[in-house]
């Protein structure tokens, strides 16, 4: 007697092999997916395949998803040139959405951003546990087709990661002041105490924990950033704004010998430091919100940018189309102290949703 034929394995494609996507390529290949791989760098490629993070190099039409991982200024062109070799869903790991959205016009595609990285650099560094535990941004639109956030999202929480959806221009504003800024402000202190160790030889042998901790950073690759800085450069601006005005508020308490604002300042950050969140630990808590909605493109993207916006994370989907008429039913599992804050936001964007305990 035969047996049965192994199902086909899922396929994908990376475009751009480098730390992030050789990572992606690790992940999903030890899920069982077949990975294509291709670099403008043909070293980086073949050594993606030689690690084990692609199973061959070159284009496939037949991906199911293609990941683009280049610099962000060829991400849109990438993009376009994905979605003409095949019918697959397109994503991309840009740091920056706004301008990338923008520029691609088309329901397969959708806005990704993994806020994971490492100190490693190139494919050498990647790591198939790198998207663990870490939040994935994605930047769903009302072109966005709905079938194409289901299928990523489940793609990207079988990698681990904790997927949030926010719109473009508001993930932008906020990578500035977690990402962007940060980045730039670790390079310029790191920049201050390297011109001062000429004259002092010992300052840098001094650098303890604390220095190291907060100038880390700056030891990434410095190649990505121009980019960075110039396709958010209104956002980055603002913040960079706000950061030496809040900087020139603290010369003034130091330099008035102001204790109790100096201490007030520092307590503020200390508490804010404490209230950072860690990393996604869902309980066993959750509550079902079903929401009635119009069977039309861009729902899904507006239901989940509002949860994102809303800061209530969701644990799992599932959308159920009607066999009758133009309304299906989306259905969120979100914790249970989070499902009444969902509920009022979906309240006031006219939504009539039902919470509902599981089981």
């Known amino acids: 007697m035969t047996s049965p034929a192994s199902p086909a394995p899922r396929r994908a494609a990376v475009v751009g092999t480098g730390l992030i996507g050789g ?25 993606a395949r030689q690690m084990g993070a692609v199973d061959e190099v070159g284009i496939d039409p037949a991906a199911e998803i293609t990941f683009i991982a280049t610099p962000v200024r060829a991400v849109a062109a990438a993009a376009r040139d994905a979605l003409g070799h095949g019918p697959g869903i397109v994503t991309d790991v840009g740091s920056v959405k706004g301008s990338i959205v923008e520029a691609i016009d088309d329901p397969r595609f959708l806005g990704g951003h993994p806020m994971a990285g490492s100190e ?26 709905d079938a194409t956030y289901a299928t990523l999202r489940g793609v ?8 949030v959806a926010l719109a473009p221009e508001h993930h932008d504003a906020l990578v500035a002041v977690v990402s962007h800024v940060p980045h730039l402000t670790a390079a310029t202190l790191m920049g201050l105490a390297d011109d001062r160790s000429t004259e002092h030889r010992a300052l840098l042998r001094l650098a303890a924990g604390g220095f190291r901790d907060m100038t880390r950073i700056a030891s990434g690759h410095p190649g990505i950033w121009p980019d960075i800085c110039a396709e958010n450069r209104s956002a980055i601006l603002d913040v960079l704004d706000g950061l030496v005005q809040s900087l020139q508020d603290v010369r003034s308490v130091v330099a008035d010998g102001d204790r109790a604002g100096l201490l007030a300042v520092l307590e503020q950050a200390r508490a804010a430091r404490a209230n950072l969140p860690s990393r996604l630990a869902v309980s066993g808590d959750l509550r079902e919100v079903r929401i009635p909605v119009p069977d039309r493109p861009g729902v899904l993207a507006e239901v989940t940018t509002l949860a994102g916006t809303l800061d209530v994370n969701i644990a799992d989907l599932e959308i159920a189309h009607s066999s009758e008429g133009e309304r299906g039913v989306l259905i969120l599992l979100v914790e249970e102290g989070e499902a009444e804050r969902l509920r009022a936001g979906l309240v006031g964007h006219g939504f009539r949703p039902a919470v509902l305990p599981l089981g």
């Open 156 to 163: 990207l929480t079988e990698l681990g990661a904790d997927v």
């Open 23 to 47: 990572s992606i390529g690790l992940a999903l290949r030890r899920l069982g997916w077949h990975v294509t791989g291709h670099d403008q760098d043909e070293r980086s490629a073949s050594l």
């Open 120 to 145: 490693q650099e190139g494919v050498e560094g990647a790591d198939a546990d790198l998207f663990a535990g870490a939040v994935w941004v994605l930047t769903p639109t009302a072109a966005t087709d």
